[in-house]
């Protein structure tokens, strides 16, 4: 099932090795300087990289510290608001300095940008970043995130990094291009699926890119030799299954009218969700729909093009198969 969710497997990766914490600053310009420099070296082929488990601990503490929460063996240590800014300053100033000193362009990816903005001191952050972005030209920087509205309310007016870059919007991958591929990978392993049951692998979840390949991958385990529609319906279940403990921890972190909100938008997605005969029917007060929406908005819950609907194909169904009698 692997070659199925290369993306998956490694997102959990990458979250499984970052719980580390970073020392408290001790000689900082140097000390990131050489750092970098090294990962510079490391990526032109000048020397290789060393990094010793000291080494790594101490790069993934400082991200750790950045963007919060995972500590080694459940400890809560933290630097200090000012070490974060502190660190943030001297991380970019030896990229900019390694970059400057070899004539070289580079290119820096954040990815989950937005979770800055969840800290208590994320505008003290953005203000660090963006002080020294704003004065070099020969590195472009990508803010990636999931959270579209965390993220875009970051580029937003009052904001550090306001009218800073433009803005693009990635599109779900169109079944012209995503059935063709299930139908090549069950072949290359020996097993047969044909164009329609692929097609209803990705009208399953909305062509939503990370659970076609998951609910793809839960097929070709269910499959000895030709896929069909029953094995689809089975991987679909466990698909459910799968993610039904995130969504209950989801589900749990909500008020009670944030509830009753996401399941009438779920089971019955509205460009009018304040209309009187919708409040009625979902037993939602006219006074908190419009806040609940917002709140709901504000969690990458739910969205608006052309109607309000779910974020999440996968939870809407989770949530009108579960919880739609519970409230």
């Known amino acids: 099932m692997k070659e199925w969710i290369p993306a998956f497997a490694a997102e959990r990766h990458s979250h499984d090795t970052n719980m580390l914490v970073g020392s408290t600053p001790q000689k ?30 101490h790069v993934r503490g400082y991200w750790t510290n950045i963007l919060g929460g995972m500590t080694e063996g459940g400890g809560n240590e933290r630097l200090a608001p000012q070490h974060v800014s502190c660190n943030t300053f001297y991380v970019m100033e030896g990229l900019f ?12 990816v954040f990815d989950e940008f937005q979770e800055i903005a969840t800290l208590p001191e994320s505008k003290r952050i953005e203000g660090t970043l963006r002080s020294h972005i704003q004065m070099h030209k020969s590195i472009s920087f990508i803010y990636v995130g999931s959270r579209r509205q965390l993220l875009m309310d970051m580029f937003g007016k009052n904001r550090p990094f306001y009218g800073s870059c433009g803005f693009m919007t990635l ?3 169109s079944s012209d291009d ?10 290359e392993s020996g097993k047969t ?16 890119p990370s659970y076609v390949q998951r609910l793809a991958a839960f097929a070709w385990g269910m499959t000895e030799t030709v ?5 689809v319906e089975a991987s679909w279940n466990a698909l459910l299954d799968d993610t039904t403990a995130l969504f209950e921890a989801t589900w749990t972190g909500l008020s009670p009218i944030e509830r009753r909100a996401l399941t009438s938008i779920a089971a019955e997605p509205t460009s009018q969700p304040s209309a ?13 729909m419009q806040k609940a929406i917002e709140a709901l908005k504000m969690l990458d819950l739910v969205e608006y093009d052309k109607e309000w609907h779910l974020v999440d194909p996968v939870m809407a169904a989770w949530i009108k198969d579960t919880r739609s009698t519970t409230i």
């Not at 300095?97 to 820096?108: D, F, I, L, P, T």
């Open 28 to 57: 900082r310009p140097s000390y990131w300087t050489n750092i970098l420099g090294g990962m510079g070296k490391k990526c032109s082929g000048e020397a290789p990289l060393r990094t010793p488990p000291a080494l790594r601990k």
């Open 97 to 108: 300095s390694y970059v400057e000193k070899h004539n070289r362009k580079a290119c820096c």
């Open 171 to 173: 599109s779900s991958i």
């Open 178 to 187: 995503f059935v063709p591929y299930i139908v090549q990978k069950f072949s």
């Open 193 to 208: 699926c044909s164009p329609d049951i692929a097609l209803l692998i990705y009208d399953h979840v909305a062509g939503y």
């Open 227 to 231: 896929c069909t529609k029953d094995i």
């Open 276 to 288: 009187y005969e919708y409040l009625q029917r979902y037993h939602v007060p006219a006074s908190s």
